[in-house]
């Protein structure tokens, strides 16, 4: 059963913590993104990732850190330096292919709301 | 600054109606294109891909891409309630890294 998978669903924070979001994918992409998402707007880029071991910055990348370790993962942690944490966190993959034809693919997402 | 507009919506249609989804995009250098659907607390799901002048049909779904207006629209023919949600437009440029910028997303309600 192929996908991408985020963990957990809802994820509540108190001011002051870091908390870290899960993304796992079987799907063999090369590429991973995490995108924010708050209500009314569009999609936000905040890291993405081509290879292990190398991630970008996106356009919104303070207050948010991440890591590629294996090809499968992409764990996204926001810090207590991201002042307006709460939004819907959405993790993509894809295959990377050269030209025009990369698709991206969306996880179900993760709820964050801080108390 | 590379930006993705979508007509303000919500768009309201009844059902089996032609509902209209349009998108334009600032940077000319855009090579592909990507409508996806968005249900109520869901993540986006991919409903097309278009990268050539003209129109691409995939069932009801309908896209339509004009690269010297700048332009990109979905048609959904026959539409039906469960086509309710918002529909997200998302461009790439050339050598953007496989980057995709979106728009706001515009809400469709079907009225049964």
């Known amino acids: 059963d192929g996908g991408i998978t985020q963990s957990p669903k809802y994820l509540f924070r108190k001011e002051g913590q870091n908390v870290t979001l899960s993304c796992e994918q079987n799907l063999n992409h090369d590429a991973m993104y995490w995108y924010r998402q708050d209500p009314g707007q569009g999609l936000r880029l905040i890291y993405y990732?081509?290879?292990?071991?190398?991630?970008q910055k996106g356009d919104i990348a303070e207050g948010y850190s991440v890591s590629r370790e294996k090809k499968e993962s992409f764990p996204l942690t926001v810090t207590s330096a991201q002042k307006n944490p709460t939004a819907f966190y959405l993790c993509a993959s894809s295959m990377w292919a050269s030209g025009s034809t990369d698709t991206q693919y969306f996880g179900p997402g993760t709820r964050l709301t801080v108390l | 600054q590379k930006e993705v507009e979508q007509n303000s919506g919500p768009l309201s249609v009844p059902e089996g109606a032609i509902a209209s989804l349009n998108c334009t995009y600032s940077d000319r250098g855009s090579q592909s294109f990507f409508w996806y659907r968005q249900y109520s607390g869901k993540s986006p799901e991919l409903i097309m891909f278009i990268y050539s002048n003209g129109d691409k049909e995939d069932g009801r779904f309908t896209a339509q891409l004009n690269k010297a207006s700048q332009y990109v629209s979905l048609l959904i023919r026959d539409s039906q309630p469960s086509d309710s949600a918002t529909y997200l437009c998302?461009?790439?440029?050339?050598?953007?890294?496989?980057?995709?910028?979106f728009g706001k997303g515009i809400t469709l309600s079907v009225r049964p």
């Open positions: 998302a461009v790439r440029a050339t050598g953007a890294n496989s980057k995709l910028t």
């Open positions: 990732s081509q290879i292990v071991n190398d991630f």
